[in-house]
């Protein structure tokens, strides 16, 4: 009954491979995001879904590509990795009208 | 950037002692949030305050925000050992524009 939840949650991949992290999440909310946070703990928001519709686009390269199926689901492709996309990425949802955010477990991305 | 900052870095205190961390942040906000991280874990969200509040409480959590002096502090009283975790401020600082995390401060309550 995990609330946000994300596969896999380590991914180690060479340079240059391309690669995606899945996103759920069971609560109902409306808008979903990608987060990364690097090995200083900085914390910082990528992408932006509300209701399938992309709302936030920070300056992430275009190698990095979100897609929402549906509402419920937010993945990551990530194509020809490089050695600083190594980082934890997070997902996280928040409900209709509110700031709060609920944020999954996160998946560890090491590239080599 | 509109990064806000936590001070301090990192924290050590005993258990059933009482923590209290700052952030400091740049412009005007809508709203203020705490959260916290385990580690390996995702965030989990504490509390939020709103820009016109002053004051909030959640359980043994208590969140003060200062618009003037643009800040806000986090107070942990009668800490434990399962209190241990990174605290991250985050500032939403109007309509759809995405929470601005800072760096977090460490807490360790040793036992």
């Known amino acids: 009954d995990t609330a946000v939840s994300q596969t896999p949650k380590y991914l180690v991949t060479q340079m240059g491979n391309d690669k995606s992290i899945k996103c759920e999440q069971n609560l109902g909310h409306d808008t979903m995001y990608w987060y990364k946070q690097d090995s200083k703990k900085f914390l910082k928001i990528m992408f932006s879904?509300?209701?399938?519709?992309?709302?936030i686009n920070e300056t992430v390269p275009n190698r990095f590509s979100p897609k929402s199926p549906d509402k419920a689901h937010l993945n990551l492709h990530i194509n020809s990795l490089e050695l600083g996309d190594s980082a934890v990425y997070f997902c996280a949802s928040s409900p209709a009208g509110h700031y709060e955010q609920y944020f999954g477990p996160g998946t560890r991305l090491t590239v080599t | 950037s509109q990064q806000g900052e936590e001070d301090p870095q990192a924290l050590s205190i005993q258990e059933g002692e009482n923590a209290t961390m700052n952030c400091s942040y740049k412009?005007?906000?809508?709203?203020l949030q705490w959260y916290r991280q385990n580690s390996g874990r995702g965030l989990v969200h504490l509390i939020l305050i709103r820009s016109n509040e002053r004051e909030k409480h959640s359980g043994r959590l208590r969140v003060t925000l200062d618009t003037s002096k643009k800040s806000s502090s986090l107070l942990i009283t009668a800490s434990r050992a399962a209190d241990t975790a990174s605290y991250f401020c985050?500032?939403?600082?109007?309509?759809?524009?995405?929470?601005?995390f800072g760096k977090g401060t460490r807490l360790s309550v040793i036992a």
């Open positions: 879904y509300n209701n399938k519709e992309l709302i």
């Open positions: 985050a500032q939403t600082y109007s309509g759809n524009t995405p929470l601005v």
């Open positions: 412009t005007s906000i809508n709203n």
